[in-house]
């Protein structure tokens, strides 16, 4: 404004000059007298009519060129980096998300990271070139306890909760720990045009045991959690590392970030009964037709498994197998190393969009996999030679904000040999007494909502169930076995273990409250959790509970990283 109001009082004096001369002597008409002719005089006045047209002519140029400035000024100025900051980041910038941390009001939009939100960087980042480094990560302190003695330290194992013909049973037990707490850092850059993502989080779990509560000194250690590289470039995205399994259900899109998995607001560090998860080592493909809708391969570190994981019980070998087969299948008890037939493939689609003004996030995704073993110096009526079976799952995951900040979430898996990915909470098979291989069939849901019911309060309701069916098979291998007095193998079989579970379920309530949150010096949250947790084995003694179940509570201080 102070420009075009410079210009035009320029454009009034440069008009009252050319008046100005116009009535110079060398210019105006002669002194009037009463010799001179009328007809001098009227040529005079014509004149100065012309002039005085031409300057107005000239006027309304200089002043369309003042309003042709005045619209550049402003382009200039709403282009300019000091104008941009706020509302638009540089494509070469990296989006600032807060991944370590789940606790979100999940209202999201587009699809990977290329589309993700836009967010001032971290005060923490530091940029060299194109390229930020950020440093993520939480500090917590946690004090949980459980009405039974479940002995496997912050994170529950939901398939032994031990029963009241124990004494674990009748003891109860507390603990602090700052295991959970997590530090890591990401990496963004453009290369050649794709947008490159390095990712890192590690947290402090991994002798999640009795040896991380020490008299004088504990010595909980470092482990690695998520360690990946992402590129996406035109639509399409590839990652590779370890990372959340693409059969983990999504927040948003089939993004890797783990601010976009669902794995619920719990502080038990095994999440929640009925929840569909790995993180493993994996290769991942995805195509992004467009901002909603997104579809993905992953192929991931196989397991063949047969129980024994999170207090699971494990399957019982044929008598004549049981020494050629120990190693060949993870089990609790086995290393992890064991021989696979091909990776885990899984396939997956998500959608995510608006219905009204309300989010929603919808997919689907299928398991294809493998298992082999192979007998040798076995006798008849076994074959020695290698036996394989394919086993298969499914699943169905939505997110549907039904109104401002109430979600409601559900999830449902099935598979025959699929159970690696609920937890360990069932085998992925058994071994019948010729050798072959027979999967076992499972089932799990996760189901409840997530509701942001003020500012600084988030409240969430889950049930979460599993379901592993029964797979047995007579062993005429095993001594004394006869068709009068036979000897089962297999998993759910009469005698077995109290720990070969039929149902495992759990009701959990979570209440998260911000007590304070800085966009520069970070946040501080209480995270509270009580879940009631009970299971029911396939077999049970005569007189035997039927039923086992205990009553966890978490109460957390998380200070987050700007």
Known sequence: MNRTLILSVLCAVWVGAHLMAAETPENAPNTPNKDAPAAATSDDLQRLRNQIAEQAEQIKRLQQAVESQQKLIEETLKNSPSATTQTTANADQPV??????????????????????????????????????????????TYFTR???????????????????????????????????????RVDSTVLGAKVLGYLETDFLFNNDSNSYQITSNSAALRLRNYFVDIEKNGFEVMGGQDWSLLTPNRKGLSPLPSDIFYTQNMDTNYQVGLVWT??????????????????VALENPQQYVGGGAGEGTVTYPAALNTLLTPQFQSGASPTGVPNLFPDIIFKGAFDGKVGNKAMHFEAAGLVRGYKNYLLGV???????????????????????????????????????????????????IVRPNGDISPVHSFSTLDGFEAQVAKNSLI???????????????????TGSTLKKPVYIGYGFPGSSYTNNRYVQELTFDWVQTLWKNPSYGALSLINQYSYLWREPWYVATAGPKQAHTNLIYINLRYTLP
Do not use: C, W
């Open 379 to 429: 006798k008849p009526p076994i074959i020695s030679g290698s036996n394989t079976a394919v086993g298969f799952g499914g699943e169905v995951n939505s997110n549907f904000e039904l109104f401002k900040g109430f979600h409601l979430i559900e999830n449902a898996y099935f598979s025959d040999g699929g159970g690696r990915y609920i937890f360990g909470q069932s085998p992925d098979l």
């Open 96 to 141: 600032k998300l807060v991944p370590a941390v789940n606790i979100v009001n999940p209202r999201h939009t587009g699809q990977g990271q290329a589309q993700a939100e836009n967010k001032k960087p971290s005060p923490l980042s530091i940029a060299i070139g194109n390229t930020t480094f950020t440093p993520l990560g939480f500090m917590d302190m």
């Open 147 to 185: 009405t039974t003695n479940v002995g496997s330290g912050i994170g529950t194992n939901f398939g032994g909760i031990p029963n009241n013909t124990t004494a674990a049973g009748h003891l109860s037990e507390t603990n602090f720990t700052a295991q959970n707490s997590r530090v890591g850092f």
């Open 279 to 296: 993180r493993a080592p994996q290769f991942r493909f995805i195509a992004h037709p467009n901002e909603n809708v997104a579809f993905g």
């Open 460 to 478: 969430a309701l889950y049930y979460g169930g599993i379901y592993v069916d029964r797979n047995v098979a007579f062993d005429p291998t095993a």
